[in-house]
């Protein structure tokens, strides 16, 4: 049985920092790509960052670029998300997903076939 779960969010202020970890199992987690969506209320899902399974290159959204950083541990099967100067706008529900996208659209939610259950990131101004 494939399983992802996320932990680590929470409420933060503004400025604040968060490490989202998501320990998988139930499948060959350096053969996949792995990353995280995010889905605020009334928006669709947004990929905000990738780790590719070729040779573990990374991806972000520009919305996230320079303040968050995507990590894993292949002998831990985990993914972690290091969230730095977060925003307002960085409110929303947070999944991890694996699966094989084409990497020039790697944050294409359709292309990923595994999805942990999400965890909430509050972040107050």
């Known amino acids: 049985e494939v399983q992802l779960q996320a932990s680590g969010g929470g409420w933060v202020q503004a400025g604040g920092s968060l490490r989202l970890s998501c320990v998988t199992s139930?499948?060959?987690?350096?053969?996949?790509?792995v990353g995280w969506f995010r889905q605020a209320p009334g928006r669709q899902h947004e990929g905000i960052s990738c780790?590719?399974?070729?040779?573990?290159?990374?991806y972000y959204a520009d919305s996230v670029k320079g303040r968050f950083t995507i990590s894993s541990d292949n002998a831990k099967n985990s993914l972690y998300l290091q969230m730095d100067s977060l925003k307002p706008e960085d409110t929303a529900v947070y999944y991890c997903?694996?699966?094989?996208?084409?990497?020039?659209?790697?944050?294409?939610?359709?292309?990923?076939?595994?999805w942990g259950q999400g965890t909430q990131v509050t972040v107050s101004s």
């Open positions: 997903a694996a699966g094989r996208p084409v990497m020039s659209a790697w944050s294409t939610s359709g292309m990923y076939y595994y």
């Open positions: 139930g499948f060959t987690f350096d053969e996949y790509a």
């Open positions: 780790i590719s399974s070729a040779d573990r290159s990374t």
